[in-house]
């Protein structure tokens, strides 16, 4: 078994987008190869015209009662995080080829943190004998 | 052997990493950032508010190889010292 990690991250909103780079960078420190692949909403979130904007709560922030972060979801540093752990460690992010398909758009739209589009099975290759997560 | 925190307290870091208010995984990107700007045998020392930040360093230092040498609470903040091993 490696010790590499890999990452679906399927959500876009930014306390998924948070949780995933806390993950991401914290292995990347550790000296662990990290796989990341986007799909959805995680992909339409790292489009080049949409990074920088306030990507809201997940559902369960409506939960009545719910905490809320502190400083708003704004300012949770989701993308620097992301930043920082490319530039510490070997990271790569990839675009799901199917859904930019699905989605509408193509790779170039992406910010430049994205590597580039990849398919399933080159993924799945990738990742083999590591561990796996979903976000 | 265990570094007391007299012993701690005496030691002068090649570089001081503060990343005090900074949640994780801040301080321990920062340490990581900082320990690769000085060379093998050097000692750093991440200042840090977070309380998890001293066991974190540990782990990394003990999976990457360097040398964790312990932590002092002074004001409010954690002194992490750590030799850089490789």
């Known amino acids: 078994m490696t010790d590499g990690i890999s990452l679906v991250l399927f959500s876009g909103t930014t306390d998924k987008l948070h949780a995933a780079a806390t993950i991401v960078a914290g292995a990347a420190a550790m000296g662990r190869p990290v796989n990341v692949l986007l799909q959805y909403w995680a992909l339409d979130a790292f489009r080049a015209d949409r990074i920088e904007t306030d990507h809201g709560l997940a559902y369960d922030a409506m939960t009545p009662g719910s905490s809320r972060p502190v400083a708003g979801a704004a300012e949770i540093p989701w993308l620097e995080t992301f930043r920082m752990a490319k530039e510490l460690g070997d990271v790569t992010i990839q675009a799901c080829s199917g859904s930019l398909e699905t989605l509408g758009f193509k790779a170039d739209r992406l910010d430049g943190l994205v590597d580039g589009p990849c398919g399933i099975a080159s993924f799945l290759m990738a990742a083999e004998g590591g561990q796996i997560l979903f976000i | ?86």
């Open chain 2, 1 to 86: 052997m265990t570094t007391t925190c007299a012993e701690l307290d005496a030691i002068t870091a090649d570089k001081v990493i503060d990343a005090r208010g900074a949640a994780c995984p801040g301080p321990l990107l920062e340490a990581k950032k900082g320990m690769g700007s000085v060379p093998v045998g050097s000692i750093i020392e991440i200042w840090s508010t977070d309380p998890v930040t001293k066991s974190d360093i540990g782990a990394w230092s003990a999976k990457i190889g360097h040398d964790f040498l312990g932590s002092v609470t002074v004001d409010g903040y954690d002194r992490v010292l750590v030799r850089r091993g490789k």
